[in-house]
Each structure stands twice: as C-alpha cells, then as structure tokens.
C-alpha cells in the first residue's frame, strides 16, 4: 500500500515515512555546491504527501534521523582513516566516547564544521558538533487561529515512560494510584461541565484540573507535587489540556504565567488578581 492510500484508509492511526533525499544527496562523493532544498528535492511525493496527511486530519511530525555537517573545503581534512566524523584516535577538534557506549571501543567524534576524515564527499555523518546532535522537530496540524499547538503525544514529555516506570515499580494497588472511571464523578462542580466531557478520559488530567480549581493557584512544582508528578513533565500536562480543550473548542478555565523558564503559575480564571 502506498502512502496516500494509507493516509486515505481509517485502518492506520499511525504512519511513518522516510524521504531520503537530502540524505542521499548529501553523502554523495560529490563535493560540488548544492542548489536550494524545496519539497521536490526532499523525496517523491512529499508535497503530496503533506497536504494529503493534513486533508484526512492526521498530525504531521517533521523531524531528521540524523544530522550532517556539509562539505566546506579540502583543507578541513583532519585525517586519511576514520569514518566520515569518527576516529579510533584523537585528532584534532574531536571528543572522546568511552568504550561500551557506542562502540566496543573508545572512539573520537569531531566537534567542528566541515572537519572530516577519509575520502572527501558533499556531507559527513557521526560527528558531535550541533548540527548533528541536536534533533529538528515540527508538528503541522490543522489549527485555527489563536487556538494554540496541536496536542502533544504522552512521550514528547516523558509522561508514557513515567508512568510505565511507576507501574513497574508497583507492588500493590495504592489509593492515590487508584484509576477512576470516566463515567464516574472525579472532580468537584467548580470544573465546568464542558471541560469535564472533554477530558473524560483523561482523569489524571481532571484531577490537576481540581485541585486548581480548589487552590486558585498553584506553580507547576506544587501542582506536581500534588498529582505526584515532576514540575517539568506537569507544564506538559497542563500544555496537553490547554491543547485538548482548544481542539475540542472548549474555554480553557485557568491562565498561565510562564515568564520564568523553570517554573510557570497556573491561575484559576476569575481568582487572578
């Protein structure tokens, strides 16, 4: 089956692609310049792939398997042997892996721009430096205006792995563990009726939800504390509800102060002063 056919099918709620091309044109053992990179040169299809993605209302997550570091000159050549970015020993602009973290020895990745080893080509993989470290993503949705980022999955914030951890570790049912029904009541009638139908199934969620709505405010550190979750993974949470109830075109009934990087404060509406 192809991809449009499976995007068009209700049988998958998840597909993965791989478009090749900017990989396959950067490890070219050519090291002529590169022209702009457009959705054409990305991979067959992609355009169609995108716009069709988006039509039967899947979320897109754009993202790279990997970096590269492009061709510059022939004199960043750092050495004859290693692989591309990689080396059994240190040459210059490289940092050292310890054994048994990667390979079955000590191996020194480079650290700098365009700096390579072995035969010269367009780009270069297994280096250390930014570009190849740090993983691009983007999420394309059909959002309307002002009604804010799609809803982020359960493993963006590290919630799934959580919770799986915490699952494991169980020895016995614990009271405050204990999972409720969506049918039954879970939080206290501040919460509106509304944002109770939209997060039926989500009663960890609901239960943030009342004790904000009983404490009127609260950081993300003291909410984490109360629903037994880390201040980080519990912006991500509140970020989910925000995202979920916007979807679902449901008031968000609480605002955010996020001003400090580390920390944000979750107002009840109607209790800001």
């Not at 210059?92 to 390979?103: E, K, N, W």
């Not at 239960?207 to 519990?234: N, V």
Request: charged share 25%; proline share 6%.
């Amino acid at each position: 089956m192809n991809v449009v056919d499976a995007l068009a099918s209700s049988d998958d709620k998840v597909i993965a692609v791989v478009l090749n091309g900017v990989d396959d044109a950067l490890s070219s053992h050519e090291t002529t310049a590169m022209g702009p990179w457009g959705l054409g040169q990305i991979g067959g299809g992609c355009k169609n792939i995108l716009t069709m993605g988006l039509r039967y209302g899947f979320t897109v997550v754009v993202t790279a398997d990997h970096g590269h570091t492009p061709y510059w000159a022939a004199d960043r050549k750092v050495a004859t042997k290693g692989n591309q970015r990689y080396f059994p020993e240190a040459v210059p602009s490289t940092v050292a892996f310890d054994a048994r973290t990667l390979h079955a020895e000590t191996v020194y990745a480079m650290t700098s721009v365009g700096g390579f080893g072995g035969v010269a080509r367009r780009g270069f993989h297994g280096g250390a430096s930014l570009e190849e470290v740090v993983v691009p993503i983007a999420m394309i949705d059909t959002v309307a205006m002002d009604e804010g980022l799609p809803r982020e999955p359960a493993w963006w914030t590290g919630e799934a792995a959580q919770d799986e951890r915490r699952r494991a570790k169980r020895s016995e049912p614990r009271l405050e563990q204990t999972e409720v029904s969506p049918s039954e009541p879970v939080v206290s009638a501040m919460v509106p009726p509304n944002v109770m139908d939209a997060l039926r199934d989500q009663p960890r969620q609901l239960r943030a939800l009342e004790w904000l709505a009983m404490k009127k405010i609260l950081s993300s550190q003291q909410l984490g504390k109360l629903i037994d979750k880390a201040p980080q993974l519990t912006q991500g949470m509140m970020r989910g509800i925000q995202s979920a109830l916007q979807r679902a075109r449901v008031p968000v009934p609480f605002d955010v102060d996020d001003r400090q990087e580390h920390e944000h404060v979750y107002h009840w509406k109607g209790e800001r002063r």
